[in-house]
């Protein structure tokens, strides 16, 4: 992947930081590659990618035993903070980590229009 992608892919991370209470997000391939990353410097971002989509495959797998098609996203809260982990299409995942008490119906609206906006830099 060129410079000006990578540099714009992280410009859409950078986006999304603007709603505050963000801690950092990652756009990962379907295989766990990290793609572009915003984490703070203490989260091994690689490690961290591979884990999310580790964790997004195996739900996917875990819904086909009760017949559902398809898993939009995956939130798990931790003590001080939450991760979003958001299927964007059949070749990547947005990773997020947020603040606990944030308005997660706001950061889903902003998440959308994220997406929409890393296919079309994927698409160049």
């Known amino acids: 992947m060129n410079n000006l992608k990578i540099e714009s892919l992280d410009k859409e991370l950078e986006k999304l930081e603007i709603l505050g209470d963000f801690i950092g997000s990652a756009i990962v391939n379907r295989n766990g590659l990290l793609?572009?990353?915003?984490?703070?410097?203490?989260?091994?971002?690689?490690?961290?990618?591979?884990?999310?989509?580790?964790?997004?495959?195996?739900?996917?797998?875990?819904?086909?035993?009760?017949?559902?098609?398809?898993?939009?996203?995956?939130?798990?809260?931790?003590?001080?903070?939450?991760?979003?982990?958001?299927?964007?299409?059949?070749?990547?995942?947005?990773?997020?980590?947020?603040?606990?008490?944030?308005?997660l119906g706001l950061i889903f609206i902003e998440i959308e229009e994220t997406i929409k906006n890393i296919k079309k830099i994927l698409k160049r």
Not at 36 to 58: E, H, N, Q, V, Y
């Open 35 to 103: 793609i572009a990353s915003r984490l703070p410097r203490d989260i091994d971002d690689r490690k961290f990618g591979a884990m999310a989509a580790t964790m997004f495959g195996a739900i996917e797998t875990a819904v086909t035993a009760v017949k559902e098609n398809q898993v939009n996203n995956l939130t798990v809260e931790f003590n001080d903070y939450q991760l979003l982990i958001v299927g964007a299409d059949e070749q990547f995942i947005l990773v997020i980590l947020v603040d606990l008490n944030i308005n």
